[in-house]
């Protein structure tokens, strides 16, 4: 008998321009944006996590830099 996976849903708030830009790059590549999502957070899982500790650190620096702007 295989075991039983347990799934979790997570909602996720984006801003419009890039859940636009998040629908064009899954019509390119023939996905739901679900699935693009899931296969981006699984891909970052995977990752050895010094790789993932930078990719985090530019995200936050990029955010930070947004924020600064609308404010």
């Known amino acids: 008998m295989e075991p039983v996976e347990h799934t979790t849903t997570l909602q996720v708030t984006l801003p419009s321009s890039d859940e636009h830009q998040l629908q064009v790059m899954a019509t390119r590549l023939g996905v739901l944006p679900e699935d693009l999502v899931r296969l981006s957070i699984q891909m970052l899982i995977a990752r050895p996590p010094q790789d993932v500790a930078e ?16 404010v």
């Open 55 to 70: 990719a985090a650190a530019y995200v936050l620096k990029k955010n930070a830099e947004l924020y600064r702007r609308l």
